[in-house]
């Protein structure tokens, strides 16, 4: 039979705990993601910056930088470090032009501004604002740039410090391949929204996604990030796995996500074999019930002569006896079949946004600034990675969707990694510390959900 839990509105105290997550989650955000935004309003709403007065504080960040920098490079106060400190970090030189005797930075100042430093001399370089501005005549974003000539002491030694920075960010950083992929495509997603250019997928994209997945293991999940959840009452209901088999298929057949079982990675003998079953499974059409799934997944559990091809094959690849013992048995059962299946399944970010508010909203600023920002269609869900590990009694699922964090009050925006991790575990559940859907069948079998989200911003 199958059982599952109802929905139980939370109560006050649900609300109030809910309501505090909700704000430390807020709180975060905004310290970690524009910990330097605050420090440039601190100079720009004292109205002086020494004897330089700046912006009023309606002004933008892009206008803000633009200030401190034009100060920084007329004035003979090069030395003062509080500032320099807090622009360098935000130049990023750019691929053409590592290499060359003579370099171009650019810093993302806003979703369609960015300011560009072109090199031409050993002490001399032009720096150029590019921006959009609303002209309420024509009722439409135009184009605008200014630029401006420096040369001199000043010059040459603030490009000794970008320099500084660019060699840094390279030697220093243990992530310095997914720092430099990061940099480059959010410096494209500033250009093309500049341009009002519809961003199709790009060559940034593709290798942004490629560094992720390169991670392996424990790395999948970074010590550092803005947030992290732990949801222990993950709700799902049936329709959310109508897709269930069709998942599967997918990420079987195109070979795209890492799928590992008992911590090994899927051999081409395995994956052969399962891409033959989930492919005769994908002819059932309709809705299934979590019966009719256990019962479809005992049809394509592995025969006894699949089993020896398999371990045969995983002891070509010298994988311990012990492993091998563990794969087969994943492999041969409706349990472990029934946990590639669970976790290949698209529905768990959803209902992990769903129980975090906070999370969802910062899904759905993305989505709402197409219309004026077409290149975040690029960060809208469609750049994502899926890591799989099953077994016979659990499985865990890590999937990647790369998305843009818009911080509103500086208008400016960080690149993010919302990481939804998703386990479950037949064996040692504890119903009230946890689950809301129970599968039991004659052979014992219950999953239940536990998830997280983690948020990797970059600058």
């Not at 495509?185 to 250009?191: D, P, V």
């Amino acid at each position: 039979m199958v059982s599952v839990t109802s929905y139980t509105y939370p109560t006050e105290t649900e609300n109030d705990n809910s309501q505090f997550q909700s704000q430390k989650l807020r709180e975060s955000i905004n310290t970690s993601l524009e910990s330097n935004i605050s420090k440039f309003n601190t100079m720009e709403q004292s109205g002086l910056l020494d004897n330089c007065r700046t912006l009023s504080k309606d002004a933008t960040f892009r206008e803000v930088f633009r200030s401190l920098l034009f100060y920084i490079l007329d004035s003979f106060h090069i030395y003062r470090h509080d500032i320099n400190d807090k622009l360098v970090p935000y130049f990023h030189v750019t691929p053409e032009s590592e290499n060359a005797n003579y370099k171009t930075w650019i810093a993302v100042t806003g979703m369609d501004s960015y300011t560009k430093i072109e090199q031409t001399g050993s002490n001399k370089f032009k720096v150029t604002d590019m921006y959009r501005e609303f002209n309420d005549e024509k009722k439409c974003l135009e184009q605008k740039y200014r630029d401006r000539d420096f040369s001199g002491r000043n010059v040459e030694e603030f490009i000794g410090l970008l320099s500084a920075h660019d060699r840094l960010e390279k030697d220093s950083n243990a992530n310095s391949k997914l720092t430099v992929a990061a940099d480059i495509l959010k410096q494209e997603l500033a250009i093309n929204n500049r341009d009002d250019r519809f961003s199709l997928q790009s060559e940034a994209e593709k290798i942004m996604m490629g560094v992720l997945k390169e991670r392996e293991g424990d790395k999948l999940i970074p010590e550092k990030h803005l947030h992290q959840t732990d949801t222990k009452k993950l709700t799902l209901y049936e329709k959310e796995f109508n897709s269930l088999i069709g998942d599967t298929f997918r990420q079987i057949s195109e070979g795209s996500s890492r799928i590992l079982c008992c911590g090994v990675k899927i051999n081409d003998t395995i994956r052969n074999l399962l891409e033959h079953k989930v492919a005769e499974l994908e002819k059932v059409k309709g809705f299934q019930t979590y019966n009719s799934y256990e019962e479809l997944f005992n049809k394509i559990i592995f025969t006894n002569d699949e089993c020896q091809l398999v371990r045969d094959s995983l002891n070509e690849d010298s994988v311990s006896s012990e492993k091998i013992g563990d794969i087969i048995s994943s492999l041969s059962t409706s349990s472990g079949i029934g946990n590639l299946y669970y976790a290949c399944s698209q529905a768990f970010h959803g209902a992990n946004d769903y129980v975090h508010s906070e999370v969802l909203t910062l899904v759905e600023n993305v989505g709402g600034l197409v219309s004026n920002y077409p290149a975040f269609v690029a960060l809208n869900g469609r750049n994502n990675a899926l890591f799989v590990d099953f077994s016979e009694h659990k499985f865990k699922q890590t999937y990647y969707i790369l998305r843009a964090v818009q911080n509103n009050e500086a208008g400016n925006f960080k690149l993010a990694n919302f990481i939804y991790t998703t386990e479950t575990n037949l064996l040692n559940n504890n119903t009230d510390a946890g689950s809301v859907i129970e599968i039991k069948e004659s052979s014992s079998i219950k999953r239940t959900f536990t998830g997280n989200v983690t948020i990797e911003a970059f600058n």
